[in-house]
């Protein structure tokens, strides 16, 4: 059963609009998540993370917000530029490390900036 | 500042051929990893060592072997390919177990 979910597989957004990327989990015992970002051909690059004990990160153009009570997260982009073209995957980890299960992806969102 | 370096970035192979697959980190991390993505799927652990002179596995291990040869480099060995290892292979290290993840570009393998 998938513990970490994006149920987007795309999403177009025009440039100089928001971006909004949004993530589902399932394991209460997540309390740290991260966005990774992946253009084609090159391995995935932390963008941003989260710890469980805030609801909001902000880095630049970057923003995560974080609603545990509905075991759900969301990145925004603002804002949105050609350069963010990429797939972006959701991960998470549960307190304590998790040993192999400790961290989970989801299957990614394809974020398309339209010129 | 190389970072994460892996190889080959493209592989084929025949149904029961071998191959090893190499990974080096120059940045002293302690933790490395090895993921597949396939299409639709996202990325997934096939093992990792979260310190040298371990290896545990992941989500997807069967069918691959790894060996954490030194503090920087782990290897991923298919012994007898199968058609369903096609995929992407993505090899990352992080200072901490389950720490930031540094992710190498990737060795994409088609097993015919």
């Known amino acids: 059963d998938q513990q970490v979910k994006q149920n987007s597989p795309s999403l177009s957004v025009q440039e100089g609009r928001i971006s909004i990327l949004n993530c589902d989990y399932t394991?209460?015992?997540?309390?740290?998540f991260l966005w990774y970002k992946k253009y084609p051909a090159e391995g995935p690059t932390f963008l941003i993370s989260?710890?469980?004990?805030?609801d909001k990160n902000e880095d630049g153009r970057f923003t995560v917000f974080l609603n545990k009570s509905a075991k759900h997260l969301s990145l925004h982009i603002v804002p949105s530029q050609p350069g963010d073209s990429a797939v972006y995957f959701c991960?998470?980890?549960?307190?304590?490390?998790?040993?192999?299960?400790?961290?989970?992806f989801g299957k990614g969102t394809h974020l398309i900036i339209q010129p | 500042n190389a970072g994460v370096t892996q190889t080959p970035k493209f592989q084929v192979l025949k149904t029961g051929q071998s191959m090893t697959l190499q990974c080096a980190q120059d940045?002293?991390?302690?933790?490395m990893y090895w993921y597949r993505q396939d299409p639709g799927m996202g990325l997934r652990l096939i093992y990792y060592s979260a310190s040298e002179g371990t290896t545990d596995k992941g989500e997807v291990p069967n069918g691959y072997n790894v060996s954490r040869l030194n503090k920087r480099e782990f290897s991923l060995r298919l012994e007898s390919a199968a058609p369903s290892q096609t995929s992407v292979y993505f090899c990352a290290s992080s200072g901490g177990v389950w720490e930031e993840l540094f992710f190498g570009s990737g060795t994409q393998l088609s097993v015919l």
């Open positions: 989260i710890s469980s004990i805030k």
């Open positions: 940045m002293n991390h302690n933790s």
């Open positions: 394991n209460s015992m997540f309390d740290y």
């Open positions: 991960a998470a980890i549960p307190g304590g490390g998790g040993g192999a299960d400790g961290l989970t």
